[in-house]
């Protein structure tokens, strides 16, 4: 079976999102419940633990997850954090996302816990509609990663949700709490993940994940790797040593 990869993504052709947009605005809505759940669980002790994310702890993670919430929720702010990061971008040569994460992170620095779990209460339903009632024009335009360009409706259905349940898997490894596993939430975000690293890759592949939102994908001919679906993403997210077929690294 003769497979290949995906081509390049570029300003004329930017990474668009497989999801339908029902379901991505599903998801966007469930995750961001998901997160202010596991927070409520966290003592304060737990805001302090490190994460898999060197420089940030629970607290700092939170205040970063906060601050994408606040991004999209109004133009206004999402026009506020854009220029305000590329302004840092520019002066220190880091890359836009890094700056605009440390931003967030900066910016509800002076909140209490229970400040950023209620401004995440009052605004997580607002960056959910926002996201899912973005027009088409806005959603076609292209915006460069680090290393390809995307359009806006990827990035308002897919990243925005993996990026806190990717969030959701650090901060349950650093405190020990559960973390929630359906097949129908983050069975769905895996699923997607799946397609899009092997799209990615494009080489033959037998995959078989653990665990409630786990699953078996194959194409073509080649040993089964089985593991467990959240250290799947954590391997293709760079949180994890990967080689082989996880050395192909997808976005979140």
């Avoid at 490190?50 to 607290?59: E, I, K, L, Y």
């Avoid at 026009?79 to 590329?86: D, F, K």
Wanted: with cysteine; glycine share 6%.
């Amino acid at each position: 079976m003769t497979t290949q990869a995906q081509p390049a993504f570029t300003k004329q052709h930017p990474r668009t999102p497989e999801l339908d947009r029902e379901t991505a605005a599903r998801l966007a809505a469930t995750e961001y419940e998901r997160v202010i759940a596991l927070l409520e669980q966290l003592h304060p002790e737990q805001w302090a633990v490190r994460t898999d994310c060197p420089d940030w702890d629970v607290r700092a993670m939170a205040g970063h997850m906060l601050g994408m919430v606040q991004m999209v929720a109004t133009k206004r702010s999402m026009a506020r954090q854009q220029l305000g990061a590329a302004r840092r971008a520019k002066k220190s040569g880091v890359a836009l996302i890094d700056v605009l994460t440390a931003l967030q992170v900066d910016q509800n620095a002076h909140l209490t816990a229970n400040e950023i779990i209620e401004d995440l209460r009052r605004l997580a339903p607002r960056a959910a509609r926002s996201r899912s009632r973005a027009p088409g024009f806005l959603r076609s335009r292209s915006m460069p990663d680090q290393d390809e360009f995307w359009t806006l409706g990827y990035l308002f259905d897919v990243i925005l949700t993996r990026d806190p349940f990717m969030h959701r898997i650090d901060i349950t490894r650093a405190t020990g709490l559960p973390m929630v596993a359906t097949t129908d939430h983050e069975g769905v975000i895996v699923d997607d993940v799946v397609r899009e690293w092997a799209a990615r890759h494009g080489a033959a592949y037998d995959l078989e994940l653990t665990g409630p939102a786990g699953g078996h994908w194959q194409r073509g001919g080649a040993p089964r790797l089985t593991m467990d679906a959240f250290e799947f993403c954590r391997a293709l997210s760079g949180r994890a040593p990967a080689d082989g077929w996880l050395s192909t690294q997808v976005p979140f």
